[in-house]
């Protein structure tokens, strides 16, 4: 595995101001498919891991079953009943997206998410890691009002 922080933030510079940016650094990991990447072991620090997955609505299945298959439900991924998960269902495109919102320690982020990777259906999960004090119920998702992509990660971040 390598790592590469980009503590010049060069690629975020592109869509947030300086001075948001202060607070932030990007980090890239790259990997085999066959390696397996922990969190608790790249990272050396305490927090939070806040899992965002999120699927679009399904046609073909009827509005309730529809809306019972959540994200987390479609991806088979089950929490015990101590974890914070937070649903919020917002319109992309005049489509229904069903959001799944997971705090985690960093030990319960690699667990949940073992089988995601950038190699398969990763492309609907993001994950902040973030201070231990703040929690999942801390956070706005007026960012998720917005029907632009790139404004909709730009609102995103600066929360």
């Given at each position: 595995?390598?790592?590469?922080?980009d503590v010049n933030n060069e690629y975020l510079a592109e869509y947030l101001d300086s001075e948001i940016?202060?607070?932030?650094?990007?980090?890239?990991?790259?990997?085999?498919?066959?390696?397996?990447?922990?969190?608790?072991?790249?990272?050396?620090?305490?927090?939070?891991?806040?899992?965002?997955?999120?699927?679009?609505?399904?046609?073909?299945?009827?509005?309730?079953?529809?809306?019972?298959?959540?994200?987390?439900?479609?991806?088979?991924?089950?929490?015990?009943?101590?974890?914070?998960?937070?649903?919020?269902?917002?319109?992309?495109?005049?489509?229904?997206?069903?959001?799944?919102?997971?705090?985690?320690?960093?030990?319960?982020?690699?667990?949940?998410?073992?089988?995601?990777?950038?190699?398969?259906?990763?492309?609907?999960?993001?994950?902040?890691?973030?201070?231990?004090?703040?929690?999942?119920?801390?956070?706005?998702?007026?960012?998720?009002?917005?029907?632009?992509?790139?404004?909709?990660?730009?609102?995103?971040?600066?929360?």
């Amino acid at each position: 595995m390598k790592y590469y922080a980009d503590v010049n933030n060069e690629y975020l510079a592109e869509y947030l101001d300086s001075e948001i940016l202060d607070h932030f650094t990007s980090s890239w990991f790259f990997y085999d498919k066959s390696e397996e990447f922990r969190l608790a072991e790249v990272l050396d620090m305490d927090g939070n891991v806040l899992s965002f997955l999120w699927e679009y609505s399904d046609g073909t299945l009827l509005e309730k079953i529809d809306q019972w298959k959540r994200a987390l439900k479609r991806n088979h991924i089950e929490f015990s009943s101590d974890v914070k998960i937070r649903h919020q269902d917002y319109l992309c495109s005049e489509k229904k997206v069903y959001l799944d919102i997971v705090e985690t320690d960093f030990k319960g982020a690699d667990e949940a998410f073992k089988d995601f990777s950038a190699f398969n259906i990763a492309r609907n999960l993001t994950q902040f890691i973030v201070d231990e004090n703040m929690q999942i119920d801390d956070l706005n998702l007026n960012f998720l009002d917005v029907d632009d992509p790139l404004i909709r990660f730009t609102n995103c971040i600066k929360w």
